[in-house]
């Protein structure tokens, strides 16, 4: 069973972590916790993370009873299901667009082609949104695919990126230095600041892959 821990993230933030390893299991009772916890008094956000949970409160919460309302409502093992969207991102593999997929395959000891072919046959789902605006980190990598990230990471990332950083594949919405495996790149735009809403994923969606072309 996982062990959890709450402490203060800063004077008006709490902290509730789950010990790893992550799952979807639980990631839904965070997301349970977290529509529980956005009703308390002097909760003014919650904001969900991978394993953990972060409640922001005012001047009118009781912290102590805060933290015991968390550990309650973990405890009480309610899991939540998110109705999320179905996305279908459309993937270029390899080549310019993928650098490190040739890498990838020699860790895995697959080729190129079937490691493009097994992670756009699998569904993910986004846990949460973070590290950068639009950015989901997604659950259900298959277990043979997982790579380490790149010992030293490049400068900038082109934005729209595929790529997998130890058990989980991801996508970079903007420009930004980064050390995941870049597998391929898609023209999906994942954040646009004046759509409703802003980013294309939500916790809760189920993202595919579809491969448009395979470069070995």
Known sequence: MNSCTV??????????SVAPPASLEVQRRIWAMAARAADWRGV????????????????SADVGALERNLKLAWASGEARNATGKLVEI???????????????????????????RRHAAG????????????????????????????????VAVPAGSVGIGGEQTGIYPAVLPGGW?????????LFVADRD?????APGDIVRFVAEEIIA
């Open 7 to 16: 402490h203060r993230l800063a004077e008006q933030a709490l902290l509730y």
């Open 197 to 201: 809403p802003p980013s294309l994923f």
């Open 181 to 189: 495996q870049l597998i391929g790149h898609t023209e999906a735009e």
């Open 123 to 154: 569904e993910y789902v986004v846990y949460f949104l973070g590290f950068q605006p639009g950015f989901a980190y997604m659950g259900g990598l298959a277990p043979e695919l997982a790579t380490p990230r790149r010992r030293e990471p490049r």
């Open 44 to 59: 003014v956000d919650v904001v969900p993370g991978m394993n953990n949970l972060t409640v922001i409160f005012d001047g």
């Open 90 to 116: 459309p993937v270029r593999y390899g080549g310019e667009h993928g650098p490190d997929l040739g890498d990838v395959a020699a860790h895995t000891g697959l080729s190129p082609q079937e490691v493009a």
